[in-house]
């Protein structure tokens, strides 16, 4: 299940670069590298594919008819169509009042150190019953905690790079993860989960 852009930074600010002096080609192998990681991102808040992709493509042609104004070096080519996607579909929804944002709450503690664990996620997504239940359970989680975990674990952000993306601070970024984390550990009763749960979870009491 995991879709991180295929190229890698370095190679998406060249493309960038080129892009934004007119180079169709650069911009068409952006839009392959990044549609479905962007596709799957846009499921976090409306299960409207037909929908998605349309706000994609708008997207992407906005892009094209200001390429001109736009930034010549993005800190990350990713995290910037990320978050102009985000903002981009939470309007799109809001005008057609299917969406309702949720208010940021900042919770006490101290921030929480995730682990990467993409590979492990994406070794067990390979039996398809363990993928059916992830699904639903991730199904289940406030619309904001389900965004953070598919940021972090299913695009390889950083705790920053997410807080920049979904426009809030760090620390309630490690507070949606742990509560995302706590709710799976807890539901998660099949004996060929619980290793990786206990894994996220132990990061968690360290």
Known sequence: MKNISTNSPVEELRLWRKFITGD????QELIVSNYRPLVQYGTRFCRD???IEDVIQDLFVYLWEHKE???DTPANVRNYLFKAFRNRIL?????????T?????DDEGGELLVPCVQDTLLHIEAN????????GLMAQLPDRQREALFLKYYQDCEIQ???DIMGINRQSVSNHLQ???TFLRHHWNKSFLMPLCSYLFSSFLL
Do not use: G, H, W
């Not at 169709?24 to 911009?27: M, V």
């Not at 309007?91 to 969406?99: A, C």
């Open 49 to 51: 594919q037909p929908f």
């Open 24 to 27: 169709r080609l650069a911009f």
């Open 161 to 163: 790079e997410i807080a």
């Open 91 to 99: 309007f799109e929804l809001k005008q057609q009042q299917r969406f």
């Open 128 to 135: 398809t019953e363990v993928s059916q239940q992830i699904s």
């Open 179 to 181: 509560k995302a984390m």
């Open 101 to 105: 944002d949720l208010p940021e709450m």
């Open 69 to 71: 104004d736009l930034s």
